[in-house]
Every structure is written in structure tokens, then in C-alpha cells.
């Protein structure tokens, strides 16, 4: 049941970025801001937590987690120290994301060679 | 003739000669592809879980991670590129879709150097993601803990 409900929410969330992509004619920048900027909202009203609970990966894998993740980093940590805590946490969670993407996409810059 | 192709008619002139997007062809394959690349990533979280022992929570860092080897890998064959072609959205939503903004960056300026080329456009695609993610939650987090106080 969880891999279903992470299928349909995952592909729906990716359906939405399409239509924004068809549609309104949005770049894919445009359209990947939008959804971080939501997920940081929707996080904002903790309405992220409960589709996280409700679809596993399907909330977690689509770049709107980041935005969540984010702002729940900075909110572990304004508990603690007030309004300096936002900036202590707010790389906290995402952090791992963002490191791997950094190191990984270097290595592969030197050990690939472009394509195309 | 001239008033033909003036700045109003410009856009309503080109629309007829641009190629119409099959919008319900399009969201079929996004919301396959997009699925399907969730469904791993419920695979790898159920296998730290389980294997190794990570809470539901802690588990979305390795996750993470490792969908992004994954498409940093993919990228570097070519392969991720394709993929991109025929999914949409589908394969740049999920956050293999942001590992494979800044390794294509990275790859694509690879011949400029490796400080100038590399490093100094890894950030290109993806870099707006970071700021306008950054700046939402500090906003949101600011708002947030004011009215929690």
C-alpha cells in the first residue's frame, strides 16, 4: 500500500509541474522555485508532515520536500535559540541532499565527458 | 503588409507555427515516470530502515543521497538526458531532477575549466531552487515563530 500511495502522489505532484510546464509556459526553473516555495508554505500550516505520513516517498523524493525540509531544519533549531535558531537550522535536514548533489555532480564532471 | 508582423500579431502569427504539446500524452508519461521514480526512492527508504536502522525520519538523508548517485551517474552516460526528453516534469521534480540540473551544469562548462567551468556555474539551473527555497523558509520560519511564541 505505501509504494501505491507513493506512485500516485509522486506521479500527481509531477502532473501538476507538467500542466504548470504546458500551460502557463513556465520554464522548468520557474516551475521547480514554485514548488519549493509550496512546500515551504504547505510546511508552514503543517500540512506537509501529514502528506509525508499519508505518501512516504511520494511527499519526500519531489523537490517540494525541500522547501519542508528547509523550514522544519529551521524550526528544530529557533526552539532552542530564537530567531538566530532559523539560520543555525535552516540547512540542517537538507543538507545531506545538498552535499551529495554537490559531490557527486563534481566527480562526475571529472570523470565524464559531456554528451551531446 | 508590415502591420502584419507588428509586436501584437507577433505572438498569435508564431502560435500557429510552433508545435502544439500533447498535454495528456505529456502528464501520462510524467506521472509515470515521476511515480516510478518515487516507488525507488520507497524501495531505499524501506531498505534503511530496515537494514541499518534508521528512524522513518533520518531515513530521507540517505535517500536522498542516494537518488541523487544515481542520477549523477545516469547524467554522466547520458542517459538521465533521455529520459528528461520523454518525461517532463516527471523526472524534473523529483530531486533527481535538481542532482541532474547541476551535474549536466557542471559537465555541460566542464571545458571552460575546472574553477571557472565547474565551479562556477555548477549552480546555474539549480541555484534558484536554493535561493527561493532559502528565502520562503526563513520567511516562513520568522512568521512561525513569532505567532508560536
Known amino acids: 500500500m505505501d509504494y501505491l500511495w507513493a506512485f500516485l502522489v509522486g506521479g500527481g505532484i509531477c502532473v501538476i509541474g507538467q500542466i504548470l510546464l504546458d500551460v502557463a509556459k513556465l520554464t522548468p526553473a520557474h516551475v521547480l522555485s514554485i514548488f519549493v516555495v509550496s512546500g515551504a508554505v504547505l510546511d508552514g500550516f503543517s500540512l506537509y508532515d501529514k502528506l509525508i505520513k499519508f505518501a512516504g516517498a511520494g511527499a519526500t523524493v519531489p523537490i517540494t520536500s525541500f522547501g519542508h525540509s528547509l523550514l522544519h531544519g529551521a524550526m528544530e533549531q529557533a526552539q532552542d535559540h530564537g530567531f538566530i535558531g532559523v539560520s543555525i537550522g535552516i540547512f540542517q535536514l537538507t543538507s545531506a541532499g545538498i552535499a551529495s548533489a554537490i559531490l557527486f555532480g563534481f566527480l562526475v564532471a571529472v570523470f565524464f565527458k559531456p554528451k551531446g | ?149
Do not use: W
Open chain 2, 1 to 149: 503588409m508590415s502591420n502584419k508582423f507588428d509586436k501584437q500579431n507577433y505572438k498569435n502569427t508564431v502560435k500557429s507555427y510552433q508545435p502544439k504539446p500533447n498535454l495528456f500524452l505529456n502528464c501520462i508519461k510524467a506521472f509515470i515516470i515521476g511515480g516510478l521514480i518515487c516507488v525507488i526512492g520507497q524501495a531505499l527508504t524501506d531498505f534503511y530502515i530496515n537494514v541499518f536502522g534508521y528512524s522513518e525520519k533520518d531515513a530521507a538523508s540517505p535517500t536522498a543521497a542516494t537518488l541523487i548517485l544515481i542520477s549523477a551517474l545516469l547524467t554522466g552516460l547520458g542517459i538521465y538526458d533521455k529520459l528528461a526528453q520523454f518525461a517532463g516534469a516527471g523526472s524534473a521534480v523529483p530531486i533527481t531532477g535538481f542532482a541532474n540540473a547541476i551535474t549536466s551544469a557542471a559537465l555541460e562548462h566542464k571545458s571552460e575549466g575546472y574553477v571557472l567551468g565547474v565551479g562556477g556555474n555548477m549552480f546555474k539551473l539549480a541555484g534558484s531552487v536554493i535561493v527561493y527555497g532559502t528565502v520562503s523558509a526563513y520567511i516562513v520560519g520568522i512568521i512561525r515563530y513569532l505567532i508560536t511564541q
